[in-house]
């Protein structure tokens, strides 16, 4: 198919997260920022507008909105000639057919989400191999077992389990003393900046989904940020989640299964020659400059339309 050429767009990407200091502490902030920035390396030109400005006047005069839907809806505000995409990258359960047909055109972190009310493109989470690369730390030198994530007001399971299992987990995230010793979390908040070294030394990496988000195939963007570090990743089952990481995210259902991966790490995974070269791949196939990429050849087609 011939390829439209690329003209320098005007782009916002609207996050769910909300503005300031509190906007930090989502993985939507960041999500935003390397997609942004993805963008602009690509000849666009494009900023993060944060959710109480998604509806602002300057909207309408944006070429492109994307709108990484998460736990708020935004009601495109047109202009004569903008686009916008809407990319459900979290809480699928949430998005409506009247929301949904306000848009030129939906994408999904999923390839199995069929919602009925639309057809959406599939388009998965990424990383940014920049960061999040096998060199960020030395491989089994950091936390024996690593998980990074608030309560979102429950005892998630996948910690739970690690806990009934006798694991020695390395605990981050906001509100755990609500469910464990205080004395068993290292810390309320893991930097951004600091998560590439963590991932990449940890001796293993526990990762989890809201369960909608599991049963429609919407897998867990720190899928990705994990495996482009080659570390070993054990994570609640997920639809799809095998057509996309292979042998390389071990799936576990009770805790004496996590017990027995964490136990026998070494054989249970793919050698770290075999991690290293799937590193590359995530590096290539879903970085956030392939996002981009696909991002900006639907816009240019659509505005070609009008």
């Known amino acids: 198919m011939r390829l439209l050429r690329r003209r320098r767009l005007h782009w916002s990407v609207v996050t769910s997260a ?29 900023r993060v507008v944060a959710r109480h ?36 990258i979290s809480h699928p359960e949430l998005v409506t057919a009247q929301e949904a047909a306000g848009y030129d055109e939906v994408f999904a972190a999923s390839r199995h989400w069929n919602p009925g009310f639309a057809s ?14 096998p060199g960020a730390g030395q491989p089994d030198t950091g936390a024996e077992v690593l998980f990074v994530g608030s309560t979102r007001g429950e005892f998630r399971p996948i910690v739970r389990d690690a806990l009934a299992a006798g694991l020695p ?17 290292a810390g309320e908040f893991l930097p951004n900046e600091t998560l590439p070294q963590a991932y990449a030394s940890a001796h293993l990496l526990l990762n989890d989904h809201h369960a909608h988000m599991a049963e429609l195939g919407f897998l867990s963007n720190r899928l990705f940020d994990a495996t482009a570090t080659a570390t070993r990743v ?31 790490a070494h054989r249970s995974f793919p050698d770290r020659d075999a991690r290293l070269a ?28 009008r």
């Open 53 to 88: 400005r998604a509806h602002a006047l300057e909207r309408a005069e944006d070429d492109v909105v994307v709108v990484l839907r998460g736990l708020n809806e935004v009601t495109p505000r047109r202009g004569a000639v903008s686009v916008w995409l809407l990319w459900v």
């Open 169 to 185: 987990l390395s605990l981050y995230g906001v509100g755990w003393p609500q469910f464990v010793d205080s004395g068993m979390v």
């Open 18 to 46: 909300p503005p300031g200091q509190a906007g930090e502490q989502w993985g939507d902030t960041w999500f935003a920022r390397d997609l942004v920035a993805a963008l602009n390396e690509q000849g666009q030109q494009a």
């Open 234 to 264: 054990v994570s609640d089952a997920a639809l799809g989640l095998e057509e996309v990481f292979g042998s390389m995210v071990q799936t576990y259902r009770t805790p004496d299964d996590l017990r027995a991966l964490a136990q026998s």
């Open 120 to 133: 959406p493109l599939p388009l998965l989470q990424a990383t940014n191999p920049r960061r999040f690369t």
């Open 278 to 305: 799937f590193a590359r791949r995530v590096a290539t196939e879903h970085s956030f400059a392939a996002r981009a990429g696909e991002l900006i050849e639907h816009a240019q087609r659509l505005r070609a339309r």
